[in-house]
């Protein structure tokens, strides 16, 4: 998952959309500490979203979304009941990502693919060759005989 942080900060911003905060970071009065199970989830979200397209991330940041304006004001519900119902919707988004990379998602993750079709792969060595073919040969003689006096 090091190669993909692109999806480990749309994983990030569903956690902070359901409440937590930043992990590391003092959080402020209205969001909840990051737990090692928050994080374990959010790794989870992140691999998921390697495999799907932008437009499937979108729903899972849209349900998150939809989740935070449904609940009551975080104001004046106490903190423990804040902390389980952020752990309860943070799992509900974890369960939507892997049910869209079930049923979605690619084969190979989006940060690991070669979008190179043959033809582009022929075009760039075409393009090599008519490069080496313009280039003087006397300046690689000369660079040849320089290097081995």
């Given at each position: 998952?090091?190669?993909?942080?692109?999806?480990?900060?749309?994983?990030?911003?569903?956690?902070?959309?359901?409440?937590?905060?930043p992990p590391g970071a003092s959080p402020g009065?209205?969001?909840i500490p990051s737990v090692p199970e928050a994080e374990k989830i959010v790794e989870e979200v992140t691999?998921?979203?390697?495999?799907?397209?932008?437009?499937?991330?979108?729903?899972?940041?849209d349900f998150a979304e939809f989740l935070r304006t449904s609940k009551a004001d975080g104001h004046d519900v106490p903190s423990p009941v804040r902390q389980s119902w952020a752990a309860e919707k943070l799992a509900e988004v974890r369960d939507l990502a892997l049910f869209l990379r079930s049923r979605y998602g690619a084969e190979q993750p989006a940060d690991e693919k070669d979008y190179w079709t043959e033809e582009d792969r022929q075009d760039?060595?075409?393009e090599a060759r008519r490069r080496l073919e313009e280039q003087d040969a006397c300046s690689w003689e000369d660079a040849c005989d320089a290097g081995a006096g």
């Open positions: 998952m090091e190669n993909a942080p692109w999806s480990s900060l749309f994983a990030r911003r569903i956690a902070e959309t359901v409440g937590y905060g009065t209205s969001a691999e998921a979203f390697r495999y799907l397209a932008p437009e499937k991330i979108q729903l899972a940041l760039a060595q075409a």
